[in-house]
């Protein structure tokens, strides 16, 4: 069974930092490719960045360029998400995400992030 565990989101104040984590098992993680998006309260869920296979190639939303870093540990089946100089519009709900060789999709239970003066 594909499981998507994340944790790590909670309450931060604007500026500062915070890392998330999604812990996942049930297919090949070293061949999957792992994003994370973000849903806004009252908003669509969004794309924020991925990490593709060996984790050398990375892509990011525009909104989050230069301030946030995805990464991944094969070895622990971990993806993570830096993110740093957070704004109020970082709040949302973050959600990991797994497309795996067979082309599959799955998602992690979200961990809320919510950004407040």
């Known amino acids: 069974q594909v499981e998507l565990v994340e944790s790590g989101g909670g309450l931060v104040q604007p500026g500062g930092s915070l890392n998330l984590s999604c812990a996942a098992s049930?297919?090949?993680?070293?061949?999957?490719?792992m994003s994370w998006y973000r849903q806004p309260p009252g908003q669509e869920r969004e794309f924020v960045a991925s990490?593709?296979?060996?984790?050398?190639?990375?892509n990011y939303a525009d909104s989050v360029k230069g301030r946030f870093t995805i990464s991944r540990d094969n070895a622990k089946s971990t993806v993570y998400l830096q993110m740093k100089s957070l704004k109020p519009m970082a709040t949302a709900v973050y959600y990991c995400?797994?497309?795996?060789?067979?082309?599959?999709?799955?998602w992690g239970q979200g961990t809320p992030v919510i950004v407040v003066s």
């Open positions: 995400s797994a497309q795996t060789a067979q082309d599959y999709n799955y």
């Open positions: 049930g297919f090949t993680f070293s061949s999957a490719a």
């Open positions: 990490s593709f296979r060996a984790g050398t190639e990375t």
